[in-house]
C-alpha cells in the first residue's frame, strides 16, 4: 500500500472520529438533558434506564449524520492540507486529484457499508427497545407524523377504506365506509378523522350518502359507529417501514402489492435503505471542489463555508424528496435514488473542472495571477 495512500486515509479515519465524537458528545448532553427533563417525574423513573435509553437512540442518530461526519471531515482535512501547501507539494510532484481522492472515497465506502449495517440491523432493533424503554419509565411512544396506508378493510357490512392512520394514537384520517345489504349499496360514510375512544370509533367532521328509492346526503360533527377495527391489526398489516430490514420490506411490499394495496411508504425505505450510503459518497465527493481551491477564489474560510451550504442543500433536498416521495408526488425509486446521483455527478462535474483549472495554472501560472495594483 503506498505511504501517500496510507496516509490521507489514516487523515479522513482520525478526521472522522474526531467529528463523530464531537457530534455523539453533543448529542448525548443535549438528548440527555431533555430526556432527563421529560422523564425525571415519572414515577418509573430510573437513571439505568435513561442511559440505556439514550445507548439505543444513539445509532439512529449517527446513522442520519454519518453523511455530515463525512463531509465535515473532508472539507477540514483538505483545508488544512490547502493551508500548509501539502497540496502544492502534491500536485508539483505530478499528483493528480484524483488519486488524492481515491483514499478519501475508500474510506468513505468503508463508512457506506457502516452506514447499511446500522441502518439495515441495528437501528431497527434498538428503535423497538427504546420504545419499549420510553414505555417502561411512563410515558407512551413518541407521537408518530401519520403514515399512508390506502387500506381497505372488511368488517361484517362494511367495506372500510383508509387513507392515513396514526396508530400509536389511535387516529384514522380520511376514511369511508361503504355499507352494503344483499350485494347493494346502501350507505356510504366519509369522515376527516375517527378516534377510537372506550372501544368505539368516534368519526368526525363527516356526511352520510344514502342511496334507494330517495337519496340523501346528512353532514355531521360528530358520529359514533359499531366498527370492529384493532389498531394492532392495522399495525400488523402494516407495520412501521423504519422497523424493518431490507428484506422485511421487500417481502412486504410484494405481498400489499400483490393484493392491491398501496405499497409505496414501504418501496420507498426500501430504496432509500440502499440509497442512503451513497449520500456518503456524494458528501465527500461535493466537498472537493471547495476545499481544492484556486488561490484566487478567496479565503479558506469562504469556501468552507460554501461547503458546509453544498452538503447542507444536500440534506435539505434528500428529506424534500423523501416527502414529495411518501406523498405520492414522485415514484419511490426517483424520491430515493434521484439526490445522491444529483450530487455525485454535480460533484464529479465540479472536480473535473477544478482539475482542468488547476492544470492551467500550473502549466500557465502568469495567465491565474491575480494583478497588482499600479502604483504611481
Known sequence: MPILFRYLLTLFLDGLLQVGLVFVGLFLLGDGIEQTRRHVHHANFQWQDMALFLLYRLPGFITQL??????LATLLILTRLTRQNEISVLRTSGISIYRIL???????MLLSGIQYFLQDQVVPNSGRLADAL???????????????????LRDGDYHVSIKQAMLQDNVLLDLSLFRFQDKELVERLDA???????????LQDG?????????????????????????????????????LTTRELLEISENLRREGYDDA????????????????????????????????AGSGRRSLLVGLLAGFALFVVMDLSRALGMGGRLPPEVAAWWPPLFFVSLGIFLLIHLEENLALAQNFPSLLARKEPKTI
Open 207 to 243: 356526511r352520510i350518502i344514502r342511496f334507494g328509492e330517495s337519496p340523501s346526503l346528512e353532514p355531521f360533527g360528530q358520529k359514533t359507529i359499531d366498527l370492529h377495527l384493532d389498531t394492532q391489526q392495522l399495525d400488523q398489516v402494516n407495520p412501521d417501514p423504519s422497523y
Open 134 to 152: 420510553h414505555e417502561k419509565m411512563g410515558q407512551q411512544k413518541p407521537q408518530q407524523a401519520a403514515i399512508s396506508l390506502n387500506l381497505w
Open 66 to 71: 454519518l453523511p455530515a461526519f463525512a463531509l
Open 102 to 108: 481515491v483514499p478519501f472515497l475508500i474510506g468513505g
Open 265 to 296: 411508504s414501504y418501496r420507498l425505505m426500501f430504496h432509500r435503505k440502499l440509497a442512503d450510503p451513497m449520500t456518503t459518497l456524494a458528501a465527500i465527493i461535493l466537498a472537493f471542489p471547495f476545499a481544492l481551491r484556486l488561490p484566487r
Open 192 to 202: 376527516r378523522k375517527a378516534i377510537l375512544v372506550n372501544g368505539q370509533w368516534q
